[in-house]
């Protein structure tokens, strides 16, 4: 459910072992589709009237790679002496289908299981190895990887209640991790977000029903219940450990390690939960040369985000959590607070409802359509606990995040030219909607829309006095001043935010653009 697109960034990955047929549209979709572009229909494996099995097995690893650079690149002066250069780890896939029949031309069944990933080195980075928290150690016998890895168990049974009417029921289970997705050659493992989803479960439930020869009828319902967590990982949880950013650590340059710094979605272990129901009905008058289509689809989501930071740092005054540093070629210069907890519960509900028809005479068929989809956002009243900062708050509703009508229209002409069937000219024109999500809640759901930060100068270096307070540093990087108190002391300068952690909103939609048609 994130991102601003594609229904919300749905997370489920398909089990391909259970698919019988992909099907593409590249262009020229019908009313029954709200976004243009590449539209994927996957029909799932009902099994049969004997019984199936399929197994795949497929590996390959660094050691099936040559490894060696390409004599273009090594000309143009690409460094080739280090064996990681961005290459391929492991890609694995396996998979298990079995299927059959309960009851013979009555009740069917399908089981599909799939254990796929891949991993790939990052060049020139290493896991940390340093034994306390404000270094960075790199292991050169421990290079970094990116390391995307995914499980679907999945069921599905088929009922031919009557000659008319079929029903299908099927069940999912998965869990994944894209870990350390968008590791570059400046993060450590543990600086850079994994996304762990699940266990979530998938659950699906259709209805087909023949009235006649020429009607046709057909609805589906799913669930999926879900929860995602953006951390970080592959850390030795070493004393005092904080998300440290350095602009030119020695030897390296920019690099950050220790954890991550906390947003409104970095959980750093709390789930968040993004379940959703889809569903459908549809309505088909099928004649051969005329062709006619009613029908409704529709969405309902949540889309809660938190963000919390639970490392703790070591102070003068005592511990706390919240707080990111900033170094300077190894030296602290900056503290960042941070007014956790973050949280919010968002909620998204989509409409979409359409007519088509098609008209075939000799050679010319003509399709056209039209769709109309209300898409609503909104976020319900939360009261969110006292952090390190700044203390309990509370956040209204908020509706029309945003609130959109449209209507689209959709047309299309194919001409056989000489009427065999084999060379047809086609022209379609159509309006299209980009999928809405709960994108826009990361930063419009009030309890998002605040100050999230603040950042204060941080003297620890041995001997340099701060000229705000008088007080040297000491080189224990160890803060030696009151964190929650916003004015200089210590070593620490001022958190000059006044709009830190209130409810004053920092980000807000103009309410022209927030609502209407089209």
């Given at each position: 459910f994130y991102g601003g697109a594609g229904g919300q960034q749905r997370v489920y990955k398909f089990n391909t072992v259970g698919v019988a047929e992909t099907v593409i549209d590249t262009?020229?979709?019908?009313?029954?589709?709200?976004?243009?572009?590449?539209?994927?229909?996957?029909?799932?494996?009902?099994?049969?009237?004997?019984?199936?099995?399929?197994?795949?097995?497929?590996?390959?690893?660094?050691?099936?790679?040559?490894?060696?650079?390409?004599?273009?690149?090594?000309?143009?002066?690409?460094?080739?002496?280090?064996?990681?250069?961005?290459?391929?780890?492991?890609?694995?896939?396996?998979?298990?289908?079995?299927?059959?029949?309960?009851?013979?031309?009555?009740?069917?069944?399908?089981?599909?299981?799939?254990?796929?990933?891949?991993?790939?080195?990052?060049?020139?980075?290493?896991?940390?190895?340093?034994?306390?928290?404000?270094?960075?150690?790199?292991?050169?016998?421990?290079?970094?990887?990116?390391?995307?890895?995914?499980?679907?168990?999945g069921g599905r049974v088929t009922f031919q209640a009557t000659a008319k009417q079929k029903f299908t029921f099927s069940e999912n289970g998965q869990s994944a991790c894209a870990c350390w997705m968008s590791i570059t050659g400046t993060t450590a493992p543990e600086a850079t977000i994994s996304f762990i989803y699940g266990p979530e479960y998938m659950t699906q439930v259709g209805w087909t029903y023949t009235a006649t020869n020429k009607l046709l009828m057909q609805a589906g319902f799913s669930y999926l219940r879900q929860a995602v967590q953006f951390t970080g990982?592959?850390?030795?949880?070493?004393?005092?450990?904080?998300?440290?950013?350095?602009?030119?650590?020695?030897?390296?340059?920019?690099?950050?390690?220790?954890?991550?710094?906390?947003?409104?979605?970095?959980?750093?272990?709390?789930?968040?939960?993004?379940?959703?129901?889809?569903?459908?009905?549809?309505?088909?008058?099928?004649?051969?040369?005329?062709?006619?289509?009613?029908?409704?689809?529709?969405?309902?989501?949540?889309?809660?985000?938190?963000?919390?930071?639970?490392?703790?740092?070591?102070?003068?005054?005592?511990?706390?959590?919240?707080?990111?540093?900033?170094?300077?070629?190894?030296?602290?210069?900056?503290?960042?607070?941070?007014?956790?907890?973050?949280?919010?519960?968002?909620?998204?509900?989509?409409?979409?409802?359409?007519?088509?028809?098609?008209?075939?005479?000799?050679?010319l068929t003509l399709t056209y359509g039209a769709r109309f989809d209300h898409f609503n956002a909104s976020t319900l009243p939360i009261t969110i606990p006292a952090g390190p900062f700044i203390g309990a708050r509370s956040f209204a509703a908020a509706n029309n995040i945003p609130n959109y009508n449209d209507i689209t229209p959709r047309l299309g002409v194919v001409y056989d030219v000489f009427g065999d069937g084999k060379t047809a000219i086609k022209a379609s024109w159509g309006r299209y909607l980009i999928g809405l999500g709960g994108g826009s809640l990361t930063t419009l759901a009030p309890a998002n829309a605040v100050s999230t930060s603040v950042t204060r100068q941080w003297i620890d270096a041995a001997g340099v006095v701060n000229p705000a307070t008088g007080a040297a540093g000491n080189g224990n990087f160890i803060p030696d001043c009151n964190l929650t108190n916003p004015a200089a002391n210590g070593e620490c300068g001022v958190a000059n935010n006044p709009a830190f952690g209130t409810s004053i909103l920092t980000t807000s939609w103009n309410p022209a653009a927030a609502s209407g048609w089209g």
């Open positions: 262009s020229s979709s019908g009313a029954d589709t709200e976004t243009g572009g590449a539209n994927i229909n996957m029909v799932p494996k009902d099994g049969g009237n004997r019984f199936t099995i399929l197994g795949s097995w497929n590996y390959t690893g660094s050691g099936l790679s040559s490894g060696v650079l390409p004599a273009d690149l090594l000309a143009r002066q690409v460094p080739g002496d280090n064996p990681s250069q961005n290459s391929m780890k492991i890609v694995y896939d396996y998979g298990l289908g079995v299927g059959g029949p309960i009851v013979k031309d009555k009740l069917w069944f399908y089981s599909a299981n799939r254990k796929w990933g891949n991993q790939a080195y990052i060049a020139g980075n290493y896991f940390n190895k340093s034994s306390n928290f404000y270094s960075y150690v790199p292991d050169l016998n421990n290079p970094t990887y990116n390391d995307q890895h995914y499980k679907d168990f990982q592959g850390y030795d949880d070493v004393p005092n450990r904080v998300p440290i950013s350095d602009t030119n650590y020695p030897g390296i340059g920019a690099y950050s390690w220790g954890g991550l710094a906390p947003s409104v979605q970095t959980d750093n272990g709390t789930p968040q939960q993004n379940d959703n129901l889809s569903y459908r009905f549809a309505t088909s008058y099928v004649t051969g040369s005329h062709n006619a289509k009613v029908g409704v689809q529709g969405l309902w989501g949540m889309y809660d985000t938190r963000g919390n930071q639970p490392l703790t740092a070591l102070t003068s005054n005592g511990p706390i959590s919240g707080v990111s540093y900033g170094f300077v070629g190894g030296v602290p210069n900056t503290i960042t607070e941070y007014a956790t907890p973050l949280m919010s519960n968002g909620r998204i509900n989509s409409l979409g409802i359409y007519a088509s028809d098609q008209w075939t005479t000799k050679r």
